[in-house]
């Protein structure tokens, strides 16, 4: 049924197609091509690049030093979508229960901060973090009043900024709406009387979510934690901006290649382990999807 | 002990913000015995089913179960379970797990467990379904998975919203059948909401009839059928004759009624509570009213057999003719305009054509036939 306009007027429904097809072969896969073929090249001159099909930038790109960095970019990206897993269910559980209005207002209030630039958000949380800044000027505060007069020494302030925590703190802040919308869009979608019927039979509410909701709503989880992990293996400002000198994650290094090293080949090679890594991300989720999907159509 | 009140609603009011979904209602239901909770759509009874389950608190009033007050007991600690009327079977559990899911959040060991699955499934006739996933099964047969699932819990009360309404005519007349053996089989209490007068007065040792959150009337089927307690029960428990009307005699042994259309007063073989003069309700059965063909050469009404000569019958014309194959239902208009439905079951195989559209006919009842209602 669906198809049925472009059956009917062949010619219109080309003509549609050919801007938004033309817009993604030039900037989008031209642009991928040009940098996938920089991966096989070499630096001849500051400007110039010549494509020798050489897998050397491949091969230092899995140097013990670049690897280790992939390593951590992947823990942290683990560690991220772990924590808005976490934090992120009762999330998605309590705006799926609520009342049509309230429901409305926490959806807008998770989708609220895409609205704001990412740059912004990211120096508004260094001002938050930062030594002198409002955690630490309320713990200090706090110290004064209560630990100082029972004779504790002066207030240390919390290293809460230029490390791997304020890294973790700027992901899953970043993140954490992009696990909570699919999990609301699965949940939602939930026929409620399953639920009913757990309760019914004897369950509590946790051997319910357990039981029934999580194993229900499993293809909205697989697609949460693929929806944060792959961005957030690629962070580029939560590092950048919040991390120390020892909290760089891959994105970072890519960066450094094209612009301080000009080593362009080089950042192209580890661009493209990036996204060969999430292709092989992607590929599990359909192969899964499609393991349930056939499941479901054994009837 | 069958017979004694085994679940209590004792002044139990529900309201949603300002609208009063169930409305004081005080209602027992006996040990054992098949109940039905029946009305129009958004009468309050799908809420009342749910408060019994705990899916919903009250806003006043208590429900007790076996005497003890689980008003504020949550649904899983509620000796009851209920067949959802979407059936609700866990779609990603084959049908033993579903069967044994209310055992296995209870604990129940792995053997118990298996032995009591496979006698619930021989209950619902499903034996060797074990091993199948819900979406092999067809409605009828996730339906006995649901009461399979329920049943297995032995529970002292068994819920069921709707059980009938999802399944097609012919089904729902053998799973009819089914669910009043059944129940006669495992002796658990069943209440019941339908919309469906016809099943509830199938199903039901008792119906509790409601409207906008009031109960109407609790009785057995046929007392709701032909001693209804107001115009609303006599309406919605089949199909009926409405007549409005002024007590003119009233005495111990008969009472007269003058409606407006008809020539002399509506002759009643018992006596009525009221003074002369006020206005009530007659209510007359399509089937309690019989046809008789009328004769221009000697217009003698026929005798209707207890009322007195020219009482209890009154001519007038087939407007309307609806042949049912067992029965057939007959619009007569009378003098005044007003229509009379009357029901005449079709004994032969050939006299469909006796009374015809057009035709003046006399309608005649028995004087025991109607029912008087003063609301």
Same mark, same amino acid.
């Given at each position: 049924?669906?198809?049925?306009?472009?059956?009917?007027?062949?010619?219109?429904?080309?003509?549609?197609?050919?801007?938004?097809?033309?817009?993604?072969?030039?900037?989008?896969?031209?642009?991928?091509?040009?940098?996938?073929?920089?991966?096989?090249? %070499?630096?001849?001159?500051?400007?110039?690049?010549?494509?020798?099909?050489?897998?050397?930038?491949?091969?230092?790109?899995?140097?013990?030093?670049?690897?280790?960095?992939?390593?951590?970019?992947?823990?942290?990206?683990?560690?991220?979508?772990?924590?808005?897993?976490?934090?992120?269910?009762?999330?998605?559980?309590?705006?799926?229960?609520?009342?049509?209005?309230?429901?409305?207002?926490?959806?807008?209030?998770?989708?609220?901060?895409?609205?704001?630039?990412?740059?912004?958000?990211?120096?508004?949380?260094?001002?938050?973090?930062?030594? %002198?800044?409002?955690?630490?000027?309320?713990?200090?505060?706090?110290?004064?009043?209560?630990?100082?007069?029972?004779?504790?020494?002066?207030? %240390?302030?919390?290293?809460?900024?230029?490390?791997?925590?304020?890294?973790?703190?700027?992901?899953?802040?970043?993140?954490?709406?992009?696990?909570?919308?699919?999990?609301?869009?699965?949940?939602?979608?939930?026929?409620?009387?399953?639920?009913?019927?757990?309760?019914?039979?004897?369950?509590?509410?946790?051997?319910?979510?357990?039981?029934?909701?999580?194993?229900?709503?499993?293809?909205?989880?697989?697609?949460?934690?693929?929806?944060?992990?792959?961005?957030?293996?690629?962070?580029?400002?939560?590092?950048?901006?919040?991390?120390?000198?020892?909290?760089?994650?891959?994105?970072?290094?890519? %960066?450094?290649?094209?612009?301080?090293?000009?080593?362009?080949?080089?950042?192209?090679?580890?661009?493209?382990?990036?996204?060969?890594?999430?292709?092989?991300?992607?590929?599990?989720?359909?192969?899964?999807?499609?393991?349930?999907?056939?499941?479901?159509?054994?009837? | 002990?069958?017979? *004694?009140?085994?679940?209590?609603?004792?002044?139990?009011?529900?309201?949603?913000?300002?609208?009063?979904?169930?409305?004081?209602?005080?209602?027992?239901?006996?040990?054992?015995?098949?109940?039905? +909770? +029946?009305?129009?759509?958004?009468?309050?009874?799908?809420?009342?089913?749910?408060?019994?389950?705990?899916?919903?608190?009250?806003?006043?009033?208590?429900?007790?179960?076996?005497?003890?007050?689980?008003?504020?007991?949550?649904?899983?600690?509620?000796?009851?379970?209920?067949?959802?009327?979407?059936?609700?079977?866990?779609?990603?559990?084959?049908?033993?797990?579903?069967?044994?899911?209310?055992?296995?959040?209870?604990?129940?060991?792995?053997?118990?467990?298996?032995?009591?699955?496979?006698?619930?499934?021989?209950?619902?006739?499903?034996?060797?379904?074990?091993?199948?996933?819900? *979406? #092999?099964?067809?409605?009828?047969?996730?339906?006995?998975?649901?009461?399979?699932?329920?049943?297995?819990?032995?529970?002292?009360?068994?819920?069921?919203?709707?059980?009938?309404?999802?399944?097609?005519?012919?089904?729902?007349?053998?799973?009819?059948?089914? +669910?009043?053996?059944?129940?006669?089989?495992?002796?658990?209490?069943?209440?019941?909401?339908?919309?469906?007068?016809?099943?509830? +007065?199938?199903?039901?040792?008792?119906?509790?009839?409601?409207?906008?959150?009031?109960?109407? #009337?609790?009785?057995?089927?046929?007392?709701?059928?032909?001693?209804?307690?107001?115009?609303?029960?006599?309406?919605?428990?089949?199909?009926?004759?409405?007549?409005?009307?002024?007590?003119?005699?009233?005495?111990?042994?008969?009472?007269?009624?003058?409606?407006?259309?008809?020539?002399?007063?509506?002759?009643?073989?018992?006596?009525?509570?009221?003074?002369?003069?006020?206005?009530?309700?007659?209510?007359?059965?399509?089937?309690?009213?019989?046809?008789?063909?009328?004769?221009?050469?000697?217009?003698?009404?026929?005798?209707?057999? *207890?009322?007195?000569?020219?009482?209890?019958?009154?001519?007038?014309?087939?407007?309307?003719?609806?042949?049912?194959?067992?029965?057939?239902?007959?619009?007569?208009?009378?003098?005044?305009?007003?229509?009379?439905?009357?029901?005449?079951?079709?004994?032969?195989?050939?006299?469909?054509?006796?009374?015809?559209?057009?035709?003046?006919?006399?309608?005649?009842?028995?004087?025991?036939?109607?029912?008087?209602?003063?609301?």
């Amino acid at each position: 049924m669906k198809e049925q306009p472009a059956r009917s007027a062949p010619l219109l429904f080309t003509l549609l197609a050919v801007p938004p097809l033309a817009w993604l072969l030039l900037l989008f896969a031209a642009p991928l091509a040009v940098i996938w073929g920089y991966s096989f090249g %070499e630096n001849r001159t500051l400007i110039d690049i010549a494509i020798t099909g050489s897998w050397a930038n491949y091969a230092r790109a899995l140097k013990p030093l670049y690897l280790a960095i992939l390593l951590k970019s992947l823990l942290f990206a683990g560690i991220t979508t772990a924590i808005c897993f976490i934090v992120g269910l009762p999330v998605a559980l309590s705006i799926a229960f609520a009342g049509p209005r309230a429901r409305l207002a926490l959806l807008v209030a998770i989708m609220l901060p895409f609205w704001t630039n990412l740059l912004i958000r990211t120096y508004a949380l260094m001002a938050i973090l930062r030594t %002198e800044g409002q955690i630490n000027s309320l713990a200090g505060a706090l110290w004064g009043t209560v630990a100082v007069p029972l004779g504790a020494g002066p207030f %240390e302030p919390l290293p809460l900024i230029n490390n791997n925590f304020a890294v973790l703190v700027g992901l899953v802040y970043v993140h954490l709406p992009f696990m909570v919308l699919p999990l609301y869009a699965a949940l939602d979608r939930l026929d409620r009387s399953l639920i009913e019927a757990s309760l019914d039979l004897g369950a509590g509410h946790l051997a319910t979510l357990w039981r029934v909701v999580v194993p229900l709503a499993l293809p909205g989880i697989v697609s949460g934690i693929i929806i944060t992990f792959i961005p957030a293996l690629g962070a580029y400002l939560a590092p950048d901006l919040l991390g120390g000198t020892n909290s760089q994650m891959i994105a970072n290094i890519i %960066e450094r290649q094209f612009r301080s090293a000009n080593d362009w080949p080089f950042g192209a090679a580890l661009s493209f382990l990036l996204m060969y890594l999430t292709f092989i991300a992607l590929a599990v989720q359909a192969l899964a999807q499609r393991r349930s999907a056939a499941r479901e159509a054994q009837g | 002990m069958k017979g *004694d009140a085994i679940i209590c609603f004792d002044g139990v009011t529900k309201r949603y913000g300002k609208v009063l979904a169930v409305d004081n209602v005080s209602l027992e239901v006996r040990e054992g015995e098949f109940f039905a +909770l +029946l009305g129009p759509s958004g009468c309050g009874k799908t809420t009342l089913l749910r408060m019994l389950a705990g899916f919903e608190v009250p806003s006043e009033g208590r429900i007790l179960i076996d005497g003890q007050d689980v008003t504020a007991v949550p649904p899983n600690r509620r000796p009851v379970n209920m067949v959802f009327q979407n059936y609700a079977v866990f779609p990603h559990m084959s049908v033993a797990d579903n069967v044994g899911y209310g055992l296995k959040v209870d604990g129940v060991g792995a053997a118990e467990r298996a032995a009591r699955v496979a006698e619930a499934l021989a209950l619902v006739k499903l034996d060797n379904f074990g091993d199948r996933r819900p *979406d #092999q099964l067809s409605g009828g047969q996730r339906q006995r998975v649901a009461l399979a699932r329920a049943l297995v819990k032995r529970p002292r009360v068994l819920l069921l919203d709707e059980p009938l309404s999802a399944l097609d005519a012919k089904l729902r007349e053998a799973m009819r059948t089914e +669910l009043c053996q059944l129940q006669a089989k495992v002796g658990i209490t069943f209440v019941m909401v339908t919309h469906d007068q016809d099943e509830a +007065l199938a199903l039901a040792d008792r119906c509790a009839v409601m409207q906008r959150g009031l109960l109407q #009337q609790v009785a057995s089927p046929s007392d709701l059928y032909e001693f209804p307690a107001s115009r609303f029960v006599a309406d919605f428990i089949g199909s009926v004759n409405l007549l409005e009307g002024r007590l003119v005699v009233d005495e111990p042994d008969h009472a007269e009624i003058a409606v407006a259309g008809i020539a002399e007063p509506l002759f009643l073989d018992h006596g009525v509570t009221g003074a002369a003069g006020t206005s009530l309700w007659v209510a007359l059965r399509p089937e309690k009213i019989e046809l008789h063909k009328y004769d221009p050469a000697s217009p003698a009404p026929p005798h209707p057999g *207890d009322a007195p000569p020219g009482r209890n019958v009154v001519a007038g014309t087939i407007r309307h003719v609806a042949y049912l194959g067992s029965e057939s239902l007959y619009e007569v208009e009378l003098g005044d305009g007003q229509r009379l439905k009357a029901l005449r079951s079709n004994l032969t195989r050939w006299d469909q054509e006796d009374f015809a559209l057009g035709e003046a006919v006399w309608l005649a009842w028995h004087a025991c036939s109607p029912a008087v209602l003063l609301t």
